[in-house]
């Protein structure tokens, strides 16, 4: 064993090694120095900011959630009567419409963006250069020019009240909106919603026995059709048997406008339309990027082994694809929230026209209305970005 | 369980202290632990090297070779026990730090050259910017280097355009530009192609013969046997067997040291 | 006896190949299915243009006095009479008439002033991106605002001009010669001989007389003041953009650096930082900008609108920037950082000769994209009643004459940004494959 005979130092003793260039003495300054800028730079902005709310006459605290607002919104998917509606719920209402748009806007956008993104990489170069041309023009054109040019430039050229677009006379076009009709469950309703959730969750079940039985025997089994079956015959079973409890209020024409239905406002069609084409043009590309970024040997190797077409795209290429794919699909998926608040240039009552602009301006609670409109897109994106996280740790490509 | 050897020859007798303190202790390791994590990957280790010794160390991957010699120009940081380079300790000081790196020079198995400067800024970027040196004598020092790796006609190429076993000597000559007391070098012909791995050999092998002090980590047992002093045996995080390489090679002690060697001297 | 090796003779294929016709017909026609593909194409292409082209220009009304004379002139076509009434707003805003050359002679001179960043030949390229973005504003700001100079004004103005003439000779010699200026003016004054020290003297010399003649010059020079409220259109978008990128780097440099530190307090205020920015909407920000900022200054302490602006959109691209400098950052192998920290060169050092060198050259088309993605952006602040290029466009059809003008102008807006992107993503698609092959090993 070595000996330990310190003798052989010739450094001075431990105690008097240099303080100021002692790393943990240096760490320990920087770090004390940064919090204390940062605490002295809170301090001063919050004794200014209370400074100038006593000045101004304003108040603050969260107390006003619970006033009521006194003002009226055109769109709403929950209920709000004008002189009892509370800011609070106020808010509600705007997350709800925010929400609203933003979920079917990432929908249909990924649906368009993956279509448009396998043209771009079809054989032929006249589909290819059209989606190329999509792409190009709606990624470079700012998203608020779009979404003001839908809105001024054409939906306001529909239709009169009078000579409204009509579809199968169901739904309505006009000026005013789009009409729809609205869902109005009946009392026996909850048992055909439960059927479909306990199908949903048969199907799902089926899939996993499937499996099981394909890995032990062999067979194959064709669960996911089975299962769209299982979910179809019981939900419907289950409706017709409770008597059809399901009815539709059909906008009618009453006057000089139509009543009933479900009315989606032309600022609604307009941000909706401009969200989903924007976005689905980056979607193209994340799938576009993601399908190339699968090697060429990939598909080689899969027909080696006798894999047909549709087999080889199935379990060898796509699984590939959405490694590279999900990660900017889910980032748009976010910008496609945040974008939402551009409601505001159109007139859509989104969280940020409703909350951060009017309500800000009837109640001048500044700094508690911006501070919780940001922390909901916060908690959005937070949440959004941690599930995302968990999905690419399992994903990953487990590497040596 | 560490199964010493011929090692506690070494700095044990009072007579071997005596010489050890006349012949200059360079490097002190005393009772030195590291974990990562959990991971406990250096166990107590043990080890002085004099001035002007050439110690090759080996053993199987994940013996924590590398991380030993990492910790002495503390890439790595230590957890306990005491690291000493030339009188120095290594601890949280950063004056000791500085000077220790600019005494200790390290080439690593990926070379890790800067790609986006000429072979010469590269050897000349620390003279410069840590010593202080002028540019002309900078270069002067550095286009010596060159040719004593034999490679001075590469002075102005960038290191993409260079072969590995040539990308290798430039970083030998790299740590040389900043007259090191102390050489490490980390598994250096691991990442090169059979053909290129003589000429860096050749390199290391001049340098020691000036007397430099090396430690490297290495599988070339060709190179142990020509150079080395000592050759140390670690396993698991500990040193399981040291010994002069005739000894080492003919007459391993531990059965864990046979089993190593038999292993891969059957390439 | 040998055989005489009989080799077949070299002939063409047998089918045409790499001939246009071979090109369409693998292209286009390559099985019943693409025919048919071909031809629906064709029919959208031809239906999309010919509809575009008549309403755009073979029924477009060019010159009128208002709409109604458009509507009555034709009514199917663009009625570009009003954009191009207007056309002067869209990129000067509201700048007054006879002092439009100020903004013009702006822009030229910061193109004189990068230009020598793409000439063949320059030395030193890297400080004429940083005196552009550390002294062109101070000459942007006199030229465009003009009113009195204070003090530092008149220094850093001076510098700012005598950098500029430097920085244009040492291009103009770069490409002539492949010398820089310094080596030019020593050579000139026939000093190649003398010490390093007594050339950088004279150089310094040379350069104190120069400031010291520009600042005896510009102080007779007066603009006449223009209120930054008249600020708009174009002019005013690249403002904010230009104002936001320039701040954007070395705010996301320091941002990125902070959150891969070790140490807790600086990581943990960097990471919130840059998280709370990016995962709300521009809009949130530019508005809280507007309401709240006025609350966290202390009293009598004003800014006006536009400062707020540009301030939140400082912070909001600081944070875009430091993910993509963090992605840089992450690019370069740890090998490199060790290498460094081997050779005892501290951390500082270690960032500014090695890391940063190596890690931009990854960076400059995300930074590309970066400023494309601003330029787009800086439309919101259209909202809060900044009249940008956006507003211009918007405000046409507010104008008596022009009622009801929405599409038209909205289009020229939104080709205008389509060129400029298109161009911008272009060449970003450029430097990413020429910079980002020669870095491979």
Redesign the interface.
Known sequence: MATSDTSLVKSQPKSSVSFFYDERVRNFFYQTITAGTFAWLVWYLFTNTAHNLEVRGMNSGFGFLFQTAGFDTDFKLIEYTVGTGTYGRIFFVGVLNTLFVSSIAIVLSTVIGFFVGVLRLSTNWLISLLALTYVEILRNVPLLIQIIFWYLGVFALLPKVKQSADFLGIAFLNNRGLYVPSPVPGDLFWMTMTAFVVAVVAAFMLRRWARRRQEQTGQQFPAFWAGIGIIVTLTGVVYLATGMPLSWDIAALQGFNYQGGFALPPSFLALLVSLTIYHSAHMAEAVRAGILSVSKGQTEAANAIGLKPGKVMALVIIPQAMLAIVPPMISTWMNVVKNSSLAVAIGYSDVVALFMQTSLNQSGYAIEIVAITMLFYMTISLTISFFMNIYNKRVQLRER | M?E?TT??T???TPGQ?AS??SSD?II????VNKWFGEFHVLRDI???ITRGERIVVCGPSGSGKSTLIRCI?R?EEHQEG?I?V????L????????QI??E???V?Q???????LTVLENLT??PI??RKVPKIEANEAAMAYLERVKIPEQADKYP?QLSGGQQQRVAIA??LC?NPKIMLFDEPTSALDPEMIKEVLEVMVELAATGMTMIVVTHEMGFAKTVADRVIFMDFGEIIEVNEPHQFFNNPQSDRTKLFLSQILHN | MAEAIHTGEIRPPPTVQGTWFAWLRDNLFSSWVNTLLTFGALYIIYFAVSGVWAWGITNAVWEAENRRVCFDINPDGACWAGVLAWFDNFIWGRYPRGEMWRINLGALLIVVWMVPIWLPGVKDKIYVGFSTVFLYPFLGFFLFAGGEKGLFLQVMLSLAIVVLIGNTLNGYHGVRSGRSLPEVVIAGLGMKASSDKVQRKTLLAIFAAAFALVFWAQMGWVLVSVEWNLWGGLFLTLVISGIGIAFALPGGIVLAMGRRSQLPVIRILCTGFIEVFRSVPLITILFMATTMFPLFLPEGFTLNKLVQVIVAVCLFNACYMAEVVRAGLQAIPRGQYEAAMAMGLGYWKMMGLIIMPQALKFMIPNIVGNFIGLLKDTTLVSIIGLFDVLNMLKAVSQDVPWRGLHKEPLVVGAALFFVICFAMSKYSRHLEETLGGGTQR
């Open positions: 560490v010493t090692e506690t070494e700095a044990e202290l050890a303190a202790v002190l390791l005393n009772h043990n080890l002085s120009n890439l005491d000493i030339d009188g120095m300790e601890g949280s000081d950063l004056k000791n730090l500085d790196r600019s200790v020079g390290m690593f990926s070379f890790n050259l800067f790609p986006h970027l620390a910017w840590v993409g790299r740590s900043m």
